[in-house]
């Protein structure tokens, strides 16, 4: 990356004046310079607090994220600078919402044809040469995989970054019957170095500072503890991984779109880092989510158009990599995966949610999302994409989540795929409620919420009461440990009119 206006400031050198060398030799991936944001980094802010099948308490964690201002501040801003340059490459493309569109009923076409076209997908991989596997579950796909690595003797696997690996809990898996995994995507090695999930499904440690990072690699890969210098930092990574990449047994890749009509997959990545996971060891397996299919290779251009604009405002992503059989002496795997799929696709109100491209789009844009971190949430998928997901692998687990929002409409407004994300949100609001997975005090203060609001003559004595009070009342009966809401905000100044009665008193006569 040469233009230093597509870095964040974070990023960013306050200057070029010190060239980034390592023994006297300059660094081949070197750019520019970056200082360390003070001499004491802030410590970084962990994520929520997993107790079995217990709620995750996203607003606890969400607390502890905002109180660390430097990470809070950088996230926001980041994020933000992402949404923009999205919003850039969208107007330089007229037809950019007949692309939505299209995008959208090729899913959905897709979806309510997946058994077909599943078929024929499976039918032209085989043809091609590779071995098909259906996994039912995480756990299946975990056992399949291991199945492959043992019968070549495989004890190491580089791999690129792909959700439906974490959604499985493949990495623990593997380290629990001795394979080791190597994450070759940098965010996703950084988090793995780290012993920490993903927080974006397209740039997993967004939530770092270069600090933390500089922290995390020179207590695992050697580097100088006080150089937090991006561009060192992500050289020494380089360097550290590739002898790895090179020595490994086998290799290992997501899907972004696997082609119905080809049997091929294709897996879009900025580093280059799936052509290695797949081309250098002799084994290549690829873990395809169910509803990644598309019917023709022509419909991939409507998405990969639409792919990296809506993820990282680029117009496209530096590699995207078609892989469609075997080459010459080597073997290659796809495991097909459902873990819950299926049962989605039969969901009236959330079915759509299959439609996601993992793009990242609806994260960036949620100023919940860009405010509380994606490891408050606590679950495999964050923000708005994951408060419709996660319920579904987990109703109790996940049952704070859909309320985590503020019910914008932001994130489906830049979906690339049209999901109806905030209505879905707003769905598995009523649907938790109907599974009695809301806590007695949400369901009490909605009820009683309810009845005031269907009694205009009760609401509006009610407003003018607590209009009245919130003049006079001491401060602490409104802030105070009780009252979540007071913790983070400031109590507007009641008007001395309400709208109600100055309609009255000024428009009564002429409604
Ligand atoms: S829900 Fe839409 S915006 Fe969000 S990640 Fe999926 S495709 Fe992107």
Redesign the pocket.
């Known amino acids: 990356m040469s233009d230093p206006d597509m870095l964040h400031p974070e990023l960013r050198a306050p200057d070029d004046s010190d060239s980034i060398t390592r023994q006297g030799r300059r660094l081949d991936h070197a750019e520019a310079t970056s200082k360390p944001l003070r001499s004491r980094p802030e410590p970084q802010p962990r994520g929520a607090k997993i107790h079995g099948n217990r709620p995750i308490d996203q607003a606890e964690a969400a607390a502890r994220f905002l109180a660390a201002p430097e990470h809070e501040k950088m996230h926001d801003e980041r994020l933000w600078d992402l949404r923009q340059k999205r919003d850039r490459e969208m107007h330089g493309i007229p037809e950019w919402e007949e692309l939505r569109s299209l995008a959208s009923a090729i899913k959905e076409h897709t979806l309510t044809h997946l058994d077909e076209y599943l078929d024929q997908f499976e039918a032209n991989a085989r043809r091609n040469g590779v071995h098909v596997h259906w996994a039912r579950d995480a756990a299946e796909h975990n056992r399949i995989v291991h199945g492959i690595l043992k019968d070549h003797g495989a004890k190491t696997l580089v791999k690129s970054k792909s959700m439906l690996t974490e959604e499985c809990g493949f990495r623990p898996y593997m380290a629990s019957v001795g394979i080791e995994v190597i994450e070759t995507d940098l965010g996703e090695r950084i988090q793995q170095l780290d012993n920490e999930d993903p927080s974006h ?1 397209v740039v997993p440690a967004v939530h770092k500072l270069r600090t933390d990072v500089a922290e995390v690699f020179s207590k695992t890969i050697g580097t100088d503890p006080d150089n937090s210098d991006v561009h060192y930092l992500a050289e020494a990574q380089r360097e550290s991984n590739r002898p790895l990449i090179l020595a490994a047994d086998a290799g290992m890749t997501g899907c972004n779109f696997a082609v119905a009509e080809t049997g091929g997959v294709v897996v879009c990545t900025n580093e280059g880092n799936a052509d290695l996971s797949a081309n250098v060891p002799k084994l290549h397996i690829a873990s395809i989510g169910i509803e990644k299919i598309i019917p023709r290779l022509e419909h991939l251009a409507v998405f990969v158009r639409l792919l990296s604009r ?1 993820a990282l405002g680029s117009p496209i992503t530096q590699y995207t990599s078609h892989f469609r059989g075997p080459r010459q002496g080597s073997e290659m795997h796809f495991v097909l995966v459902d873990n819950g799929r299926s049962e989605r696709l039969g969901l009236d109100e959330f079915w759509t949610s299959l439609k ?8 960036n844009t949620c100023p919940v999302y860009r405010r509380s971190g994606g490891l408050s949430y606590g679950a495999t998928y964050s923000g ?2 994951g408060l419709i997901i996660d319920p579904t692998f987990n109703a109790r687990k996940y049952s704070n989540l859909p309320f985590a929002s503020t019910l914008n409409g932001s ?1 489906s407004n ?4 049209k ?1 109806n ?1 905030h209505e879905q949100i707003y769905a598995w609001r009523r649907e938790l409620v109907k599974q009695h997975e809301v806590p007695f005090v949400k369901k009490a203060a909605m009820k009683a919420a309810g009845e005031l609001l269907s009694r205009p003559a009760a609401y509006r004595a009610a407003i003018a009461a607590t209009n009245l009070a919130l003049g006079h009342l001491p401060r602490f009966v409104l802030y105070n440990g009780l009252n979540a809401w007071g913790k983070g905000r400031e109590n507007p100044r009641p008007p001395r009119q309400s709208f109600h009665s100055w309609h009255l008193a000024n428009r009564g006569d002429k409604a």
């Not at 996601?356 to 994260?363: L, N, P, T, V």
């Open positions: 499904i809506s996601c491209i993992r793009c990242g789009a609806c994260m708005p994409i994130c830049v979906c690339p795929v999901i994300i």
